[in-house]
């Protein structure tokens, strides 16, 4: 299984960015997916998170600015940024639990390898 993430960049701040991550593989089915970020100096953090059926769930820091949503049939999971702000800048990580076409009765964490988002002027 693998996730590949895309769509960082380097955005002024008020700008916008869209993440997507698309996984592929020998994939039985996708539980919950998320958005992770990771500052220089700081540890890794939730951003947001989005079951199968559509409940998410954002950090306070993003609320009402960030929206993620998932396409099931196509396995990907996207993140929109609104507004973005100079703290947001972070390499952004997207994660899956998966169950496998080998293993459908148990899932494990993957993670994607990471996309730098820079809100700078």
């Known amino acids: 299984v693998q996730l590949q993430a895309s769509g960082g960049g380097l955005v002024q701040p008020g700008g916008s960015l869209r993440l997507s991550c698309a996984a592929s593989?020998?994939?039985?089915?996708?539980?919950?997916m998320a958005w992770y970020r990771q500052a220089p100096g700081e540890q890794r953090e939730l951003v947001v998170s989005?079951?199968?059926?559509?409940?998410?769930k954002y950090a306070d820091s993003v609320k009402g600015r960030f929206t993620i949503s998932r396409d099931n049939a196509k396995k990907t999971v996207y993140l929109q940024m609104n507004n973005l702000k100079p703290v947001d800048t972070a390499v952004y990580y997207c994660?899956?639990?998966?169950?496998?076409?080998?293993?459908?009765?148990?899932?494990?964490?993957?993670w994607g390898q990471g996309t730098l988002v820079t809100v700078s002027s």
């Open positions: 994660n899956a639990d998966v169950s496998t076409v080998i293993q459908i009765y148990s899932s494990r964490t993957y």
């Open positions: 593989g020998s994939i039985f089915s996708i539980n919950d």
């Open positions: 989005i079951s199968h059926g559509g409940t998410t």
